[in-house]
């Protein structure tokens, strides 16, 4: 089960954008949700009432265990467009974080054998 996700906006949204941040960040972190301490999710409308393009601001902190901190950032001028750019953007860094982590433990094994 994935930690709860600390949402904090600088505008009201509604329950149906905060169904759909639930539903991506969890899809995103599915693979290493046993690493997971904490998600907050800042939501920020840039330009407020004026709009604009890009004016709609989704940044996702997750800290892990063995790592520390992932921060994945994504705009658009739609706040759904921005959340699903963000989850996709924070599971490849999952994704990208977590082949280092085995590369290290591989080349530790291997240096630890030679040592022998």
């Known amino acids: 089960m ?3 996700i600390l949402i904090r906006s ?3 949204y509604s329950h149906a954008l905060s169904r759909h941040i639930e539903r991506r960040v969890t899809a995103a972190l599915r693979s290493q949700v046993a690493q997971i301490e904490g998600i907050v999710l800042k939501l ?4 407020g009432p004026r709009g604009g393009a890009d004016d709609k601001v989704v940044r ?3 800290s892990l265990k063995p790592w520390g901190r992932l921060v994945a950032t994504a705009a658009s001028s ?5 959340v699903d750019s ?3 953007r924070l599971k490849t860094a999952v994704r990208r974080h977590s082949s280092r ?3 290290r433990q591989v080349q530790a094994a291997g240096e630890r ?3 022998h």
């Open 101 to 103: 982590l085995r590369a």
């Open 60 to 62: 996702i902190t997750v």
């Open 44 to 47: 920020a409308d840039v330009n």
């Open 113 to 115: 054998r030679d040592a």
């Open 78 to 82: 739609d706040i759904y467009r921005s």
């Open 86 to 88: 963000a989850a996709q």
């Open 10 to 12: 600088s505008f009201d």
């Open 2 to 4: 994935t930690p709860e």
